[in-house]
């Protein structure tokens, strides 16, 4: 599943080729996505031009003159900027043409979305799908002063299990299964405590394993920038070498001791009984 990583660095790949261009063309091969895309987009989008892409949590937003377009990859969604002569593959759904680039969503499951926005319906900010995600992890408002005592505050008085309320992605966006696992391995922090035993100095050094994390997994991503472009290869997952993701059994790279497999709401986890105590 496309995780934050991914999504931002698709960003920064298909940024070039479509950011202060304007939309010529529109099509709609399968539009039965997660929701359905809506049968207007082209009379919607044509002669609009991107002013910018913003990222919010998972979702890629297209700051139009009108609105903004909003893009999710869901399960299985891959964009690609191509050339409009590229041949359509299975499973490509969705395209926008600017001029000699068009941006395809390829997306086997359709758990995708493309929607519209408009101003008129008021601020992106507070579109339902935006409006009750957690703080971004390199924003302001999560920066290294105020990153750990936002999620010690956030945490307070919940007893679901850490790794759980950390997936949930209320507090801070981005910290996806894979993530989820490596940070609190980073943090020493056991996946089973539960939320609201999380100290001060602790969920300190919990916000900051999780911004290693993710600007690592990032970085990696950046290696394969090309990919999103007249590629056929598929992108995948950025974190090169994991400390515990799906390690169940081998040994921990700091004690030795096998890492640990869970399954905390129908999601694997992986742990260091030894490094990580609740
Ligand atoms: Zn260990």
Redesign the pocket.
Same mark, same amino acid.
């Given at each position: 599943m496309p995780e934050l990583p991914e999504v931002e660095v698709t960003k920064q790949g298909i940024e070039p080729y479509v950011q202060g261009k304007r939309v010529t063309a529109v099509k709609i091969y399968d539009g039965r996505l997660r929701w359905p895309v809506p049968k207007n987009l082209e009379q919607i989008l044509v002669g609009q031009q991107v002013a910018l892409i913003k990222r919010r949590g998972k979702y890629l937003l297209f700051r139009m003159d009108d609105g903004h377009l909003i893009v999710h990859l869901g399960m299985t969604g891959v964009l690609r900027v191509l050339k409009p002569s590229d041949e359509l593959k299975k499973h490509d759904r969705v395209e926008i043409t600017f001029g000699k680039h068009v941006l395809r969503l390829h997306d086997p499951r359709k758990f995708g979305a493309v929607l519209w926005a408009s101003d008129e319906d008021g601020e992106i900010e507070k579109h339902p799908l935006i409006a009750k995600l957690g703080l971004e992890p390199f924003s302001d408002d999560f920066n290294e002063a105020k990153a750990g005592k936002h999620l010690h505050q956030h945490a307070k008085g919940r007893q679901i299990a850490i790794k759980q309320w950390l997936l949930a992605g209320q507090a801070v966006v981005g910290v996806g299964n894979i993530y989820c696992s490596e940070s609190l391995f980073s943090a020493g922090i056991h996946p089973e405590m539960a939320a609201g035993k999380l100290s001060l100095p602790r969920a300190e050094k919990l916000a900051i394993a999780i911004k290693e994390t993710l600007k690592k997994a990032i970085k990696a991503g950046g290696s394969s920038l090309k990919d999103f472009v007249n590629s056929d290869g598929d992108p995948g997952h950025f974190m090169l070498q994991t400390k515990v993701y799906d390690r169940a059994g081998l040994p $921990?790279r700091? $004690?030795?001791?096998p890492i640990r497999q869970i399954v905390q709401g129908q999601r694997s986890t992986y742990f /260091?009984h030894? /490094?990580q105590k609740k």
């Amino acid at each position: 599943m496309p995780e934050l990583p991914e999504v931002e660095v698709t960003k920064q790949g298909i940024e070039p080729y479509v950011q202060g261009k304007r939309v010529t063309a529109v099509k709609i091969y399968d539009g039965r996505l997660r929701w359905p895309v809506p049968k207007n987009l082209e009379q919607i989008l044509v002669g609009q031009q991107v002013a910018l892409i913003k990222r919010r949590g998972k979702y890629l937003l297209f700051r139009m003159d009108d609105g903004h377009l909003i893009v999710h990859l869901g399960m299985t969604g891959v964009l690609r900027v191509l050339k409009p002569s590229d041949e359509l593959k299975k499973h490509d759904r969705v395209e926008i043409t600017f001029g000699k680039h068009v941006l395809r969503l390829h997306d086997p499951r359709k758990f995708g979305a493309v929607l519209w926005a408009s101003d008129e319906d008021g601020e992106i900010e507070k579109h339902p799908l935006i409006a009750k995600l957690g703080l971004e992890p390199f924003s302001d408002d999560f920066n290294e002063a105020k990153a750990g005592k936002h999620l010690h505050q956030h945490a307070k008085g919940r007893q679901i299990a850490i790794k759980q309320w950390l997936l949930a992605g209320q507090a801070v966006v981005g910290v996806g299964n894979i993530y989820c696992s490596e940070s609190l391995f980073s943090a020493g922090i056991h996946p089973e405590m539960a939320a609201g035993k999380l100290s001060l100095p602790r969920a300190e050094k919990l916000a900051i394993a999780i911004k290693e994390t993710l600007k690592k997994a990032i970085k990696a991503g950046g290696s394969s920038l090309k990919d999103f472009v007249n590629s056929d290869g598929d992108p995948g997952h950025f974190m090169l070498q994991t400390k515990v993701y799906d390690r169940a059994g081998l040994p $921990c790279r700091v $004690c030795k001791t096998p890492i640990r497999q869970i399954v905390q709401g129908q999601r694997s986890t992986y742990f /260091c009984h030894k /490094c990580q105590k609740k």
